[in-house]
């Protein structure tokens, strides 16, 4: 595929845009709030075919557990090919509450990067699953007559 100015990007398949995801571990959980969209950072793990994140109460959980689907993105940087990624799931998410499904999840390497009881576990369940590459545009490409000049300091 090529994007509008003539630059390739790669639709990845169902299966790389996992593994990208398992290697990812952070990304952007995006829910609805009210009657705006907000975007929360979360730890997961992949699960048998979905993501599964530890939370406490709070608006996140509130706002993913509604019937509003949630989306879960992440990306990265390859340095060797200086190609970017973004990997994008889209679904359903539902706390784990089944005793065994509970205590399988426990044995799942999962660590929230931040501090506090986080003893909710969440499955976000995809309905679709999308990844694109592209190679990253030299910063120089963007660059003006005007890139270098000073500006005032409330810029």
Not at 41 to 63: C, I, M, Q, W, Y
Not at 127 to 153: E, H, K, L
Request: hydrophobic share 40%; with cysteine; glycine share 8%.
């Amino acid at each position: 595929m090529t994007d509008t100015h003539g630059h390739d990007v790669e639709e990845l398949a169902a299966n790389r845009c996992w593994e990208l995801l398992r290697d990812a571990g952070v990304g952007r959980l995006a829910v609805w709030v009210g009657d705006h969209p907000d975007i929360f950072p979360v730890n997961f793990v992949v699960d048998h075919g979905t993501l599964v994140f530890r939370s406490a109460e709070g608006t996140k959980l509130a706002s993913a557990l509604t019937d509003v689907p949630v989306a879960v993105e992440t990306d990265g940087y390859d340095e060797s090919s200086a190609e970017a990624w973004s990997v994008v799931v889209r679904g359903r998410a539902e706390r784990i509450q089944q005793v065994q499904e509970l205590t399988d999840t426990l044995d799942l390497p999962l660590f929230p990067w931040q501090a506090g009881r986080k003893g909710i576990f969440v499955r976000v369940v995809p309905d679709s699953v999308t990844g694109r590459r592209f190679p990253v545009a030299d910063p120089g490409v963007w660059r003006t007559p005007w890139s270098q000049v000073r500006r005032a300091p409330d810029e």
